[in-house]
């Protein structure tokens, strides 16, 4: 029976702290442009122009009147699939505690015996949990509404698995690869459709957002069968709430910041997961639409400006997403991982740059594809970029 902090803190430690290894230091004149960063990282602004999101939709690479000589684009953008961009105002949910029932009858564990854990720290930042331990699983329902669940008699902590595929569905094709599970081999696109037949099932999940497979990544077990590890985004009305800007500060204080919020799970076997977890759930409370937004073109322009201290990017994903933010408020509290706990968004393009390589040994609990990338986000309402460029040491 493995320690269960341990995995913990492997998990906490692989969400948030972890960076790719073996990066360069940043030279000298990157700092100095860095250095000129204003307050969100953005030097200065070109001049924009605006659109309505029917006109975005049709938005594309092929049709862009100027592309910057600095960066190399993918070969395509689609955003016909946005509804509609929206200022939306996000809570987390209330009585967490309603769903330890629901996840133990949802993983067939009978009768758990709960511990309550008291999570919050010193300063208030953090949360309570209540945990379950057992032969069969391990059980965690936390007070932001985060949900964890581990078959115990499928994980291994200290099994070797080795990739055969990492696919981005957003920019690849599935091949048509079989996978060899405990229950019996399948093809690999019939598998990810039994797998979002489980994920559109599933009762926890049962809420506003719709749930899209971005990664999905096959490895090999020692006993040479499979297993399937998917990274899953919420989207809502076709733009997905971003985790790449996982607790990165708006400002000085390191209680104001960007979050995340995202769902992975492994499959040994086409009808359940082995592993899931929920992670910073949120529902919608308000929503405001946007009627116009900075158009592509003007984006890519602002980002072209952005990166002009840089030889040849190449941005390998454009997406629209909305950055969570929590809003400071005035009496300082600012536990965004509480019950209840209230946030906003921001929506962006997110133009994303492969940086660094995932360790296996580190994934062997879903996929943290935030960890393969940096990224350039635009605020589509007012042109601020936010980038992790100098905090992830990125240089090409």
């Known amino acids: 029976m493995r320690k269960i902090n341990l995995v913990l803190f492997v998990i906490f430690c692989v969400l ?23 307050e969100g990282g953005q030097i200065e602004k070109t001049e924009v122009s605006y659109c309505t999101v029917e006109e975005l939709r049709n938005a594309s690479i092929e049709e862009l009147d100027h592309v910057p000589g600095n960066l190399k684009l993918p070969k395509k953008v689609d955003f016909s699939g946005i509804e509609s961009i929206e200022n939306l105002v996000l809570k987390r949910p209330e009585d967490y505690d309603e769903n330890k029932e629901k996840i133990a009858e949802l993983f067939g564990v009978e009768n758990p015996e709960w511990s309550y ?60 690869m079989t996978c060899n599970l405990s229950s019996g081999q399948i093809p690999l ?7 979002q037949e489980w994920v559109d099932g599933c009762e926890i999940l049962q809420d506003e957002f719709d749930y899209k497979f971005q990664v999905v990544c096959v490895k090999k077990r020692a006993d040479r069968t499979h297993n399937v590890a998917l990274s899953v985004q919420r989207m809502y009305k076709g733009v997905g709430l971003n985790y790449f800007a996982r607790y990165d500060e708006l400002d000085d204080s390191d209680t104001k910041f960007y979050e995340g919020s995202w769902v992975v799970l492994n499959f040994a076997e086409a009808d359940k997961p082995y592993f899931l977890f929920n992670h910073a759930p ?13 158009d592509f073109q003007s984006a890519v322009n602002l980002v072209e400006e952005e990166l002009s201290g840089f030889s040849k990017i190449e941005v390998c994903e454009i997406r629209v997403e909305y950055m969570i933010v929590p809003p400071k408020s005035e009496n300082e ?64």
């Not at 080795?162 to 048509?176: A, K, Q, S, W």
């Not at 949120?282 to 900075?294: A, L, R, Y």
């Not at 209840?340 to 943290?368: C, D, M, Q, R």
């Open 282 to 294: 949120v529902h919608v409370v308000e929503e405001e639409p946007v009627d116009e937004v900075i």
């Open 117 to 176: 854990i008291d999570g919050v720290a010193e300063n208030g930042i953090g949360s309570n949990w209540y945990e379950y331990k057992g032969e069969d699983a391990y059980l965690a329902v936390d007070e932001n509404g985060e949900i964890s669940y581990i078959n115990e008699q499928v994980y291994d902590e200290d099994e070797q698995l080795h990739t055969v595929e990492r696919i981005h569905l957003n920019r690849e094709e599935c091949p048509d």
């Open 16 to 38: 948030f702290f972890v960076l790719p290894t073996g990066c360069q230091q940043v030279p000298d004149e990157v700092k100095d442009r860095m250095e000129n960063y204003g």
């Open 333 to 396: 509290d600012n536990n965004t991982s509480k019950e209840g706990a209230v946030l906003h968004t921001k929506p962006v393009y997110s133009f994303l740059i492969e940086f660094g390589e995932v360790n296996e040994a580190e994934e062997t609990l879903g996929v943290f594809e935030s960890d393969e990338y940096v990224y350039v986000n635009v605020d589509m309402t007012d042109g601020t970029i936010i980038t992790n460029l100098d905090k992830r040491n990125f240089h090409n």
């Open 189 to 195: 696109p019939e598998m990810l459709e039994k797998t």
